[in-house]
């Protein structure tokens, strides 16, 4: 069988086109559609708490940004969080890009191998600072920083694990650090 990958241009235009639908519930990884992965209770209850807990130590001029797209060169993931630069009305024609993020988060129970080598893997490639996974599994936040960038195998050159009773730094920007408690996030 042969599988077609798409270019994030080719991605737009079956979503443009009305071919792909919010309902399908797919997003775009290395040209690949790739199926989501159902959300369990625990899941959702750390996407909650987060949405709470990072809305508000957001410093000025960046956002909190729940399951939305955001556009890589050759993905389109839908990350738990991402944390961007600008407000709701900066994106209304485009999705945000790695130049855009401080941050993207994804919360993991059943997709944890995904999460720390697909996704680990396609962030790093793109550049982004920082990217944690809550481990709902383990009860912990992995906080992975320094991405390699585009080279032949992406990943980020840092790895730290902290557990309830641990705060994580949160530089955004220039903007003076901010304090995000491992509990506040964990379900």
Not at 23 to 40: A, T, W
Not at 102 to 122: C, M, P, Y
Request: overall charge negative; glycine content about 6%; proline content about 8%.
């Amino acid at each position: 069988m042969k599988v077609k990958q798409f270019s994030v241009a080719e991605y737009h235009r079956l979503i443009e086109a009305g071919v792909l639908t919010e309902n399908d519930n797919i997003e775009m990884l290395e040209g690949y559609l790739v199926n989501k992965k159902p959300h369990s209770p625990p899941h959702d209850a750390a996407i909650q708490k987060g949405i709470k807990k990072l809305f508000r130590v957001l410093p000025p001029g960046w956002d909190l940004r729940a399951q939305c797209a955001i556009t890589l060169p050759e993905s389109e993931p839908e990350p738990d969080f991402a944390i961007i630069r600008g407000d709701e009305n900066a994106y209304l024609m485009h999705h945000p890009t790695a130049a855009d993020i401080g941050l993207v988060v994804e919360v993991s129970d059943s997709s944890l191998l995904g999460d720390r080598d697909d996704k680990g893997r396609i962030y790093a490639r793109a550049g982004i600072p920082c990217y944690w996974i809550v481990n709902v599994h383990d009860g912990w936040i992995e906080v992975y920083t320094s991405p390699s960038g585009p080279v032949a195998d992406p990943k980020y050159a840092l790895r730290v694990d902290h557990c309830a009773g641990d705060s994580i730094s949160v530089v955004l920007g220039s903007n003076a650090p901010v304090l995000v408690a491992v509990q506040d996030m964990l379900p």
